[in-house]
């Protein structure tokens, strides 16, 4: 069920939404969270279809708030609410905002907000300069922002380890998942021997491979090269390899192909593993999993990704 409700308020959003609990009960009034989405106005369905994906696991209000470019217009604000087959096991409110009144984020989503529970603020574009600080961030517990979305993704992320706070992820960490338990894994087996040194590519735009590169070297505490080739000449974005150096030989996990990556180890048969790209429902599910501080990304993001050195043309 889809109702429109032009040029509104908020609360004629929220007697609305108790109105169609009461007609309908098509609500359910399970929801573990309140989860936040700030979009440009015009691209709040690819993050709306993810929340609703991520809802069956975790049921949820989800509050969509899109924001027109033009601060000049006229004031207004208008409401639709989703529920039912429309919502995933959430129930989505979303709120096109036009004008100035869009520069009130805090105003407008407070009396939507579920009471007692967890708020979770997501940007899935430009994330602010400072989440943690933000009207929306101040009033939340986790903050995700997504690094690779941004104009410039490196730059981002080094922003982000400058202005970080405990509750502040990204998705280019949580896409790291895979990564780090499949290398966790191999060094986990015989033989046990220390790396000596650590070689990371990929994408020169992925931050990704940054925050992985990072991660072996602050925890594995060895020196860590991080090689960038461009998308077209490897084929792919993202990460597209690692190699841990040990005194038996050279370990090998490379993607050469999307989902499927390549182990090689000394004395053993290659294997093909499965290491997928993580979709947006994905990466979202994860992140609501857990609603504490990930201690080890805020090291990371801090300490990890400035020391890490120039990064070096594939090849070179």
């Known amino acids: 069920m889809i109702v429109d409700l032009p040029d ?3 609360s004629a959003v929220s007697k609305a939404l108790v109105h169609i609990r009461e007609e309908g009960g098509a609500v359910a009034l399970g929801r573990v969270l309140t989860l936040v989405i ?3 106005l015009g691209e709040e369905e690819e993050a709306i279809e993810a929340a609703n994906d991520a809802s069956r696991e975790h049921p ?14 006229t004031s207004r604000i208008d409401g639709q609410i989703r529920v039912g087959g429309d919502a995933g096991a959430s129930e989505v409110i979303l709120l096109r905002a ?3 009144v869009g520069d009130d984020e805090e105003g407008l989503v407070t009396s939507l907000l579920l009471p007692d529970a967890p708020v979770v603020v997501w940007w899935p574009v430009e994330p602010p300069e400072h989440p943690a600080e933000s009207p929306l961030g101040r009033i939340a517990q986790l903050r995700i922002t997504d690094a690779a ?3 410039n993704p490196v730059k981002a992320l080094q922003a982000l380890g400058e202005n970080y706070r405990p509750g502040d992820t990204d998705f280019a960490w949580t896409r790291l998942t895979l990564w780090r338990a499949q290398l966790a894994a191999v060094l986990d087996q015989p033989p046990y021997e220390p790396v000596t040194s650590v070689i990371v590519s990929g994408a020169s735009d992925s931050p990704s491979t940054e925050l992985l590169c990072a991660w072996l070297q602050l925890e594995l505490e060895v020196d860590a090269r991080l090689e960038i080739a461009s998308s077209a000449s490897h084929g792919s974005s993202g990460i597209h390899g690692v190699q841990l150096v040990r005194e038996s030989g050279t370990i090998s996990l490379e993607r050469l192909v999307p989902n499927v990556a390549t182990l090689v180890q000394p004395g053993q048969p290659d294997h093909d593993i499965a290491l997928p790209r993580r979709s947006l429902r994905d990466c979202l599910a994860e992140e609501l999993r857990r609603l504490d501080p990930d201690d080890l990304f805020g090291e990371v993001v801090q300490q990890g990704v400035p020391k890490l050195p120039a990064p070096a043309k594939k090849g070179k």
């Open 98 to 100: 036009y004008g100035p």
């Open 8 to 10: 509104t308020t908020t």
């Open 60 to 73: 949820m209000r989800v509050i969509v708030l899109s924001r027109g470019s033009d601060r000049d217009e």
């Open 149 to 151: 979305t941004a104009r």
């Open 38 to 40: 700030v979009t440009p």
